[in-house]
């Protein structure tokens, strides 16, 4: 946020009030997370000690599908990172295009994943031929939907500031809200822990399949 150059004390009155409403939003995110992580390392525990004790297919083809969405999701979070400086340097244009660049990865990923679990299938690869195949599909799943549920918010966000770019008085009010910068800081944290995730399973994934 651009500084008060009128010499008002006004954003140091706001402050303590601006923290003490954004304390829930941020204690209910990061319980929100820590169970869904907690969530996905049992998951992958028990797919781990599962795999481990199951005889693993020869012909199991790691889908590189899988890295290419990896690689979409890591790109992804630079690029919403990049979003976050400009939001805090109040430059609209900017924000607008590197959040356009971070939806459209999300696209590509979640259209990579979807071409992974269909090779995946294609291998002849069921669920009722292995149950850690199961867990594959749960956790995948279930990370999926994460990712989706961001995606749309994301899709939100970049109406939003598609929205402010030309109009300087809608951008001036947007940028002086501080719970707006709150919303965004927040679903950064969300999203870059839904790649910091996915970077972990991948790992599970690629030295188990």
Same mark, same amino acid.
């Given at each position: 946020m651009k500084k008060?150059?009128?010499? @008002?004390?006004?954003?140091?009155? %706001?402050?303590?009030?601006?923290? *003490?409403? @954004?304390? #829930?939003?941020?204690?209910?995110?990061?319980?929100?997370?820590? =169970? +869904? =992580?907690?969530?996905? %390392?049992a998951l992958s525990i !028990?797919?781990?000690?599962?795999? +481990?004790?199951q005889v693993a297919p020869t012909n199991v083809q790691f889908p590189k599908s899988f890295v290419i969405s990896t690689l979409a999701l890591l790109f992804s979070s630079y690029t919403l990172s990049i979003s976050?400086?400009?939001?805090?340097?109040?430059?609209?244009?900017? !924000?607008?295009? +590197? !959040?356009?660049?971070?939806l459209l990865l999300a696209f590509v990923f979640i259209a990579f994943q979807v071409h992974a679990i269909i090779s995946i299938l294609e291998q002849g690869l069921y669920v009722n031929i292995d149950v850690s195949l199961l867990f594959l599909y749960i956790i995948t799943g279930f990370h999926f939907l994460h990712i989706v549920v961001g995606t749309i918010y994301l899709f939100y966000l970049n109406l939003k500031s598609f929205d402010i770019w030309?109009? #300087?008085?809608?951008?001036?009010?947007?940028?002086?809200?501080? /719970?707006? =910068?709150?919303? /965004? *800081?927040? $679903?950064?944290?969300?999203?870059?822990?839904?790649?910091?995730?996915?970077? $972990?399973?991948?790992?599970? $994934? /690629?030295?188990?399949?």
């Open positions: 008060d150059t009128t010499g @008002s004390n006004t954003s140091r009155t %706001l402050l303590p009030i601006y923290k *003490e409403r @954004s304390a #829930p939003y941020k204690a209910f995110l990061f319980y929100a997370l820590l =169970g +869904s =992580g907690m969530l996905f %390392l !028990m797919y781990i000690i599962w795999n +481990s004790q976050r400086n400009y939001h805090l340097q109040d430059q609209a244009q900017n !924000m607008l295009l +590197s !959040m356009t660049a971070s030309k109009d #300087p008085v809608k951008s001036l009010i947007y940028f002086s809200n501080k /719970f707006e =910068g709150l919303r /965004f *800081e927040l $679903f950064c944290s969300y999203w870059y822990f839904c790649t910091g995730l996915w970077l $972990f399973l991948f790992l599970v $994934f /690629f030295y188990s399949l």
